[in-house]
């Protein structure tokens, strides 16, 4: 069964430098999201992604984060300058996106910044 | 707009007891909803889902849910749990008429089976 599948698994990063998120979802879905989930907190949607353009973005997305699709199989999350309060799992999921067609998710990549 | 509110923000139970995980949600529009479950150091995997027709919806590995428009809940039950089914359980809701699939999760509760 096709996966989406993140890189890296596990991200060091210091407070203030940029990193960068690695996504592939499944081939022919046409929805991306990622979502963030801090330790011990619920799962929150970040940013939705179509037809090459962000369609739906949270309040915690802000300036200091970005969404891409270089190249039509990758999709990136890009934080320019992170916090300490960035730390968190980081999702990425993709959908087919007709009605009700669930999310797939990838395992996720555990962002911790220093 | 729509939220999800997980009662139960941790379920210890012994293995072969019945379980329940309670879920309810709020939504100014019709929803789909869903289950998804978390193992240790893994993403979400879909559980279950309702989109129509029979308010009692079967998931994989045993579980099911009851959708109850009336008191906006979708509860997830499983009648004998196993070791193996501790994870932790997130709720999820998404409004009909939504471009793609967004989902709203719930805070998640963390089902803990002892032997």
Redesign the interface.
């Known amino acids: 069964e096709p996966e989406v599948t993140q890189t890296p698994s596990h991200q060091v990063t210091q407070m203030g430098q940029e990193v960068i998120l690695r996504c592939v979802p499944i081939s022919n879905h046409l929805y991306f999201y990622w979502y963030r989930q801090i330790l011990g907190q619920k799962v929150e949607f970040l940013v939705s992604f179509y037809n090459n353009e962000i369609s739906e973005k949270s309040e915690i997305f802000d300036d200091q984060f970005s969404v891409e699709r270089p190249d039509g199989s990758n999709f990136t999350l890009k934080i320019r300058s992170t916090k300490l309060e960035d730390s968190a799992m980081y999702f990425c999921a993709s959908t087919l996106g007709a009605q009700g067609s669930p999310l797939h998710f990838g395992n996720g990549t555990r962002l911790t910044v220093t | 707009a729509q939220s999800v509110t997980q009662l139960d923000s941790q379920v210890p139970v012994f293995e072969e007891a019945p379980v329940e995980l309670r879920c309810n949600y709020s939504s100014s529009v019709s929803v789909?909803l869903?289950w998804?479950v978390q193992y240790p150091?893994?993403?979400?995997?879909?559980l279950l889902?309702y989109?129509s027709g029979s308010t009692l919806v079967k998931g994989i590995n045993g579980f099911e849910a009851e959708f109850n428009k009336s008191q906006t809940s979708f509860h997830l039950r499983k009648p004998s749990v196993h070791i193996s089914d501790t994870a932790e359980y997130?709720c999820a809701v998404?409004g009909?008429g939504n471009?793609?699939?967004?989902?709203?999760?719930?805070?998640?509760t963390e089902l803990s089976v002892k032997p």
Not at chain 2, 41 to 46: I, S
Request: hydrophobic residues 40%; proline residues 0%.
């Open positions: 789909y869903f998804y150091n893994q993403g979400l995997q879909l889902k989109l997130f998404n009909m471009q793609g699939g967004k989902l709203i999760f719930g805070q998640g």
